[in-house]
Nanobody, 122 residues
Framework: VQLQAFGGGLVQAGDSLRLSCTAS????????MAWFRQGPGKEREFVAA????????DYADSVKGRFTISRDNAKSTVYLQINSLEPEDTAVYYC????????????????WGQGTQVTVSS
């Protein structure tokens, strides 16, 4: 099983980014997908999730209205569109695959990517 996240980088406040995470080695279309992030000196936190068919999404309050999660099951890829980036969004962003409906629960996710760094300068 492999989850490869990419698309991070060094950007300025107000910019946009699209993160991608491509999966292999398991049935992508049968698993919910999520993005988490871990900022400097912080715990890993939930950002967004999407159900296996893409019909339901969920977001952390801190990102609602700025982040959009989507998926393409034909490409085994989940995306995170990030708009109006803020310095507080600086973190390593991880994609994760798992089941269950309690999306923010980190222990629900069984496969994890290696993370992609997003750094936002003010």
């Amino acid at each position: 099983v492999q989850l490869q996240a990419f698309g991070g980088g060094l950007v300025q406040a107000g910019d946009s980014l699209r993160l991608s995470c491509t999966a292999s080695g398991y049935t992508f279309s049968r698993h919910n997908m999520a993005w988490f992030r871990q900022g400097p000196g912080k715990e890993r936190e939930f950002v967004a999730a999407i159900t296996w068919r893409g019909l339901t999404t969920d977001y952390a309050d801190s990102v609602k209205g700025r982040f959009t999660i989507s998926r393409d099951n034909a490409k085994s890829t989940v995306y995170l569109q990030i708009n109006s980036l803020e310095p507080e969004d600086t973190a390593v962003y991880y994609c994760a695959a798992g089941g269950g409906s309690d999306f923010p629960r980190i222990d629900r996710y069984i496969y994890w990517g290696q993370g992609t760094q997003v750094t936002v300068s003010s």
